[in-house]
């Protein structure tokens, strides 16, 4: 058993999966990093080199690759979701948790991390709020469809966060 956290860049994922992991003595993952370790570049370089579709390709692997794990949670880049075969694992492997923020919390996020400029690409040209809100616009459905549970990620900490995921979910603490 899993838990995976999905939602859009900036919703918190790795920091949730980091208290969360904590508080129930498993370990964790950032997909994202592990990524970026296996291919020896960032996600920014591997959409300018190779492309989005070779990224998600990429993406998929490593997801099938993690979930085979047990007792791990899994912070997910934002759009692990595209793929109808990734949502599947994510159902067979563990419970999936959508941790829910609104654009402008999450463009603020975004743009208070100043390694995200360097690693992650704009995905849509727009950049900014707009790419924001059309990404976000494509993927809410795909992030409800898959999620076992919704969690408001815009104003409470990561540590009440893991409470709240523990406590609805019915993990052993």
């Known amino acids: 058993m899993n838990v995976f956290l999905i939602g859009y860049r900036g919703s918190g994922k790795t920091t949730v999966a980091a208290a969360l992991a904590k508080r129930l003595g498993w370990s964790w993952i950032d997909a994202d ?16 080199d190779q492309g ?13 690759d993690l979930v085979t794990l047990d007792r791990h949670i899994v912070a997910l880049g934002g759009g692990a979701i595209l793929r109808e075969a990734n949502r599947r694992l994510l159902a067979l492997r563990g419970r999936v948790v959508w941790l829910k923020a609104s654009p402008k919390v999450l463009q603020a996020r975004i743009t208070g991390d100043t390694t995200t400029a360097e690693r992650r690409p ?20 795909l992030y409800a469809s ?28």
């Open 33 to 48: 990093a592990e990524l970026e370790r296996r291919a020896g570049k960032t996600i920014k370089q591997i959409f300018a």
């Open 52 to 64: 989005e579709l070779a990224f998600r390709d990429l993406e998929s692997n490593i997801l099938a």
């Open 146 to 173: 898959c999620a076992d549970l919704t969690v408001d990620a815009e104003s409470k900490p990561a540590d009440e966060l893991a409470t709240q995921i523990i406590d609805e979910l019915q993990l052993e603490d």
């Open 122 to 141: 704009n995905l849509t040209g727009q950049g900014g709020l707009a790419e924001i809100r059309t990404l976000l616009a494509e993927r809410t459905p």
